[in-house]
């Protein structure tokens, strides 16, 4: 069922900021800005972002594992301290000790509360119940599939019987079919009032799971990580993928989340004005894709009728997570090969050519363009320019990407650069030696 407004509140986050210190004290970054949520009983939210727009962080903020570094988080009106006692957690992996039986890995935290051995014993009988494991209460973790490995985590989750449960990207581990089949069962028992929780809150970048499984669809921003907005889905439970209203939510969501300078509401979307651009160019993330990414995505795309497709039915048909197929289409654009507008992705005169011409002039065309669009290839190839030797140590840039990311972000970004400038041929990169240099040819200039 959709909340009342009258429902209780569960959690609140109320102007939550986190900050990450950067290597060498070269200031911090910002993970999550003013972050406002509340959690209401009888209510599944989705939070829903890209990688990178702090969904676990936040998840983990709620939690009371990591304190917030401003604002405040509150559970039942009070503030939180500690570990929140009133949630449970269901995680990506599934984390079990091998050598305790099923039923010993459920009782764990009910053991580690201090309660009697007959009572954990009955209340793990149950929750293994629950989640269809009869049976196999004394199996050891290497008996079980991947499937059936979840569900214990699900039972040890449910065990504790939370006001909120979280889950944190709970079937991105596990094969289609599979995870299909588990998120139909943990749907099934919300619709059926038999949860074992008031409230679920589900951290996913499955954008149709979201819309499966939630009452509200939070979409988060990144750069830092910020609410954007929210999506109310407004279905009959069980949500209905036939129904037109669940493909006309997943297509807005797609929109969305294609679009960041977009307005996130439930009434048609509003442009609002781009935020300024970043001086550095090493600010500015480049979506890490490789070039083949980019081509091969291409030239599906320019199969299809006009030179264009639904973004929601591309995802589909290639079977992508949307944490896979947005960040090619992000390098797409940013590199003007195409225009994502209202859910739906056309190729540009210039992406057409790309993905259609000989791989000699698609390198031709790839430079232009990266000299055209993509300011930190034209930034390393005018540094190596003003070089006598026309060479650099590979640490000079990194450092300039350190000013702006944690530095495993920063080394992602000097791979994803080296893999753009190779490709067209603005620079070579020697990794025994670590350093760039200009080609010997003059196609660089």
């Known amino acids: 069922m959709i909340p009342t407004v009258a429902s209780?509140?569960?959690i609140t986050v109320d102007q939550v900021s986190k900050h990450f210190p950067l290597p060498d004290g070269k200031g911090e970054f910002t993970v999550l800005s003013g972050v406002n949520l509340t959690v209401r009983s009888g209510e599944v939210i989705a939070l829903l972002g890209r990688?990178?727009?702090?969904?676990?962080?936040?998840?983990?903020?709620?939690?009371?594992l990591i304190p917030p570094s401003q604002g405040q988080v509150l559970s039942n009106a009070k503030p939180l301290?500690?570990?929140?006692?009133n949630v449970a957690m269901v995680f990506q992996s599934f984390a079990l000790l091998p050598w305790l039986t099923v039923q010993e890995n459920v009782e764990l935290g009910l053991e580690a509360r201090g309660m009697k051995r007959e009572e954990r014993h009955q209340r793990a009988l149950k929750a293994i119940d629950i989640v269809g494991l009869d049976g196999f209460e004394s199996a050891y973790p290497k008996e079980l599939s991947g499937g059936m490995k979840q569900r214990v985590g699900f039972a040890r989750a449910f065990v504790l019987e939370p006001e909120v449960l979280f889950m944190d990207e709970p079937?991105?581990?596990?094969?289609?079919?599979?995870?299909e089949n588990l998120?139909?069962?943990?749907?099934d028992l919300w619709n059926a009032h038999t949860f074992p929780s008031k409230s679920i809150l589900i951290v996913t970048h499955n954008i149709e799971e979201a819309v499966f499984l939630a009452d509200r669809v939070v979409i988060l921003g990144a750069n830092p990580g910020r609410i954007r907005g929210e999506v109310v889905i407004d279905l009959p439970r069980p949500h209905d993928r036939t129904h037109p209203r669940f493909a006309s939510l997943v297509d807005y969501i797609y929109t969305v989340m294609t679009n960041p300078e977009i307005e996130v509401s439930g009434q048609p979307a509003v442009a609002v004005a781009p935020t300024p651009?970043?001086?550095?160019?090493?600010?500015?993330?480049?979506?890490?894709?490789?070039?083949?990414?980019?081509?091969g995505l291409l030239e599906l795309i320019v199969d299809q009728p006009q030179g264009g497709d639904d973004i929601?039915?591309?995802?589909?048909?290639?079977?992508?997570?949307?944490?896979?197929?947005?960040p090619i289409l992000d390098a797409a654009v940013l590199l003007d090969f195409a225009q994502v507008s209202q859910g739906d992705v056309c190729l540009t005169a210039i992406g057409q050519d790309f993905a259609t011409t000989t791989i000699l002039r698609s390198k031709d065309l790839f430079r232009q363009q990266s000299l055209n669009h993509v300011p930190v290839l034209s930034s390393i190839l005018h540094t190596l320019r003003e070089k006598p030797s026309g060479s650099m140590r590979a640490d000079f840039f990194l450092d300039l990407w350190d000013e702006h990311f944690p530095h495993e972000e920063a080394e992602r970004q000097f791979a994803t650069a080296i893999d753009w400038?190779?490709?067209?041929?603005?620079?070579?990169?020697?990794a025994s030696e670590d350093r760039l240099y200009l080609p010997a040819t003059p196609e660089a200039s």
């Open 8 to 10: 209780p509140t569960l």
């Open 51 to 64: 990688s990178g727009s702090g969904k676990s962080t936040l998840l983990r903020i709620m939690a009371g």
């Open 81 to 85: 301290r500690g570990a929140n006692n």
């Open 171 to 179: 079937f991105s581990a596990l094969d289609v079919l599979t995870s």
């Open 183 to 187: 998120r139909g069962e943990i749907d």
């Open 277 to 295: 651009p970043v001086l550095s160019p090493y600010a500015r993330p480049l979506p890490h894709v490789r070039v083949g990414g980019i081509s």
């Open 312 to 326: 929601s039915r591309l995802a589909e048909r290639l079977q992508l997570e949307v944490d896979d197929l947005l």
């Open 421 to 430: 400038g190779r490709y067209a041929e603005l620079f070579e990169y020697d």
